[in-house]
């Protein structure tokens, strides 16, 4: 008997053994692979410059201009392309790129913008591989209508339409196989990271940048924690009058699959189209839910790109894609509170001061002005610090950026994110870089005002008012 179990226990540890080396030598594949593609990548785009240098050098003026965006867009195409077939990690990169680079011309950011929602999906038969490998049975035995063509396919997974048996239309995430691996390969490939990372967040501590973005990101390959996570905001937000999201399905909700209630509506590409009253709505709701759901819920969605927003007029907007959420503690939360109120409602420099240092965002005791401090962050306050109507523009959502990136800054040596908020430095930019493109225009101040836990003012707006009263049902 105990040589049998002697035995068995032999066979099981080298089997567990050779799976792990097989994985690993799977990953270290990957890693190579993917390094390799996007070093490749920056070839390309490096040739393409340097092979038109002479042409940039005699043009002048206008024609000039018109090379640089036609070499933007040709670069822009390149990086769809190229990301939107890898997936993971480095898509999520390109992503931002495609709603926070001031620096590119118009056409060039709506190819980068493909991969917010348009990149090639995984085959039918992959997806229906995932649906039973988890739920048990292949989609057409689950679903009383399963659509084999994804209606969205993104960085992680992919979404299908189907009916359930009990007539509900819902929306069937499905994540793709092997994609775990791929994103264990990108986040090793540690060299490649801090290289761009570097070229989009010079002057902040990389490693830490690093780490944070793990921890979130392996988050997102838990769909069961996406669910969860969606669900939450779904109850906070029921019956709200503007805010919108789908509620979770959780008996057809697993580790790779997250079922919800099927949501229709605008992109974020139509709604650039629509009058400037009914982006401003839009852009209000958006405004709301990301701060409302910080101050109140003391989490937010960490993932603000336009492919996770659907419109559908008057101000009406439905949120998806719950797998990035930051969850903050009240510790945490106090002085993001404390820097809005020393800054805009208490007019107290040193105390702004003050916060920032205790959160971690400059460090104690630097040698600079606070009359320096406060020039420089407060950009990111501008649109809060006086009450009136104020328009968000691009010129202004492109200053902040800028600000953010500025190495050459005079606290630049002293400053930093810390860990906990670097979830929260991409939303904020994200949210901007929005509301720029939509030229948004509210008394953000008079918003700002109502959700302020140290302010709870009373309705500035009619949408205000409409969330006033929701809340007052609400009890």
């Known amino acids: 008997m105990k040589k ?57 003026g206008e024609n000039r201009q018109q090379l640089r965006n036609d070499l933007a867009l040709q670069t822009a195409e390149d990086v769809a392309t190229t990301l939107g077939a890898m997936k993971g990690v480095l898509m999520k990169l390109g992503q931002m790129a495609s709603y926070v680079d001031d620096g590119l011309p ?90 761009m990372l570097r070229v989009i967040a010079p002057g902040q501590d990389v490693d830490s940048l690093i780490t944070e973005l793990r921890e979130r990101i392996v988050e997102e390959l838990d769909y069961s924690r996406e669910a969860r996570n969606q669900q939450l905001f779904a109850d906070y937000y029921d019956g709200h009058p503007t805010i919108g999201i789908p509620k979770v399905v959780s008996e057809l909700s697993t580790r790779r699959v997250v079922t919800s209630d099927l949501a229709t509506g605008a992109r974020f590409s139509e709604l650039a189209g629509w009058s400037q009253h009914e982006r401003d709505l839009a852009a209000e709701t958006i405004y709301r839910f990301v701060f409302r759901s910080l101050y109140d819920m003391r989490a937010f969605n960490g993932d603000p790109h336009p492919g996770n927003y659907l419109f ?120 901007f870089a929005l509301l720029g493109e939509l030229t948004a225009t509210a008394n953000w101040r008079g918003i700002a005002e109502e959700i302020w836990p140290f302010v709870q003012a009373p309705p500035s707006t009619p949408m205000g008012e409409a969330e006033a009263a929701w809340f007052a049902r609400r009890g």
């Open 106 to 195: 118009p056409e060039a950011r709506r190819t980068l913008g493909r991969l917010q929602d348009s990149v090639p999906p995984m085959s039918a038969e992959l997806a229906a591989g995932v649906i039973t490998e988890e739920l048990g049975m292949p989609p057409e035995e689950i679903f009383a209508e399963w659509d084999p063509e994804p209606i969205a396919a993104a960085s992680i997974g992919q979404v299908h339409r189907a009916i359930t048996r009990d007539g509900r239309a819902v929306a069937v995430k499905v994540q793709y196989p092997g994609i775990a691996e791929t994103i264990e390969a990108d986040l090793g490939n540690v060299s490649l990271l801090r290289r």
């Open 4 to 60: 049998a179990l002697f035995a068995a226990l032999t066979i099981g540890t080298a089997l567990t053994a050779t799976l792990v080396v097989r994985r690993a030598r799977r990953v270290g594949a990957l890693r190579l692979n993917r390094g390799l593609a996007a070093f490749q990548l920056a070839v390309r785009g490096g040739a393409r410059y340097a092979g038109n240098a002479p042409r940039l050098f005699m043009l002048a």
């Open 312 to 431: 559908h007029g008057g101000g009406k907007v439905t949120f998806l894609d719950f797998g990035l959420v930051k969850h903050f503690t009240a510790d945490e939360l106090r002085p993001l509170m404390d820097m809005a109120r020393c800054l805009c409602v208490e007019n107290d420099p040193e105390e702004f001061r003050r916060s920032l240092e205790e959160a971690g965002f400059i460090k104690p005791g630097a040698p600079i002005g606070t009359d320096v401090i406060v020039d420089h962050l407060a950009v990111f306050y501008d649109t809060i610090r006086k009450p009136g109507e104020l328009t968000i523009t691009g010129d202004y959502s492109s200053a902040v950026v800028r600000r953010f990136f500025d190495v050459r800054s005079p606290i630049a040596p002293y400053a930093q994110v810390p860990r906990s908020y670097v979830i929260l430095q991409r939303i904020n930019l994200g949210v």
